[in-house]
């Protein structure tokens, strides 16, 4: 259960403050939802707090799960099959939709690695941009560090 104040993850949103738990009447029964203000867009969402744990939200991950998504970036051994690049898309995308940190730090890693071969599409190059600041803004707050030192941790993993 969360309260107001504490920092949780809502899967493909991203990191955001609980700002408050409210009780709404909706076809006749109450129903409590949490209300979360997400950091990088500002966009207020209401989770029933029933199914808050059937869409995922979870709390930020432990700083020892932090570093584990930077060992997860920093593999190059990875094998990437060929495919199409939209049905790579998709894939992809329902990763990122899992929420897991580590399932996203796969993407960044896998995207990063496959435009060493090819360029990226356009939504490919736009998953970049949202992994990357999906997991900048909860590794920083795992850690109680900056956002762009974080992002500067990740950019030199990929410097080539």
Not at 115 to 137: A, C, N, P
Request: proline share 2%; hydrophobic share 40%.
């Amino acid at each position: 259960m969360f309260k107001k104040g504490d920092m949780a993850v809502y899967p493909a949103h991203g990191v955001g403050e609980i700002q408050a738990v409210e009780t709404k009447k909706m076809a006749g029964m109450e129903q409590s939802f949490y209300v979360m203000k997400i950091i990088d867009t500002a966009m207020v969402v209401m989770i029933p707090c029933v199914s808050s744990d059937k869409v995922g939200l979870r709390a930020i991950v432990s700083p020892d799960d932090a570093d584990k998504v930077f060992e997860i970036l920093k593999q190059t051994d990875v094998e990437i099959v060929q495919q199409p690049w939209n049905q790579r898309y998709r894939e992809y995308m329902e990763k990122i939709k899992s929420g897991s940190v580590f399932e996203i730090a796969g993407v960044l890693r896998d995207l990063f690695l496959l435009q060493h071969d090819k360029e990226l599409s356009f939504g490919e190059r736009k998953m970049v941009d949202t992994s990357k600041s999906l997991l900048v803004t909860e590794i920083a707050l795992a850690h109680k560090a900056k956002e762009e030192e974080i992002s500067a941790q990740i950019d030199k993993i990929f410097e080539t």
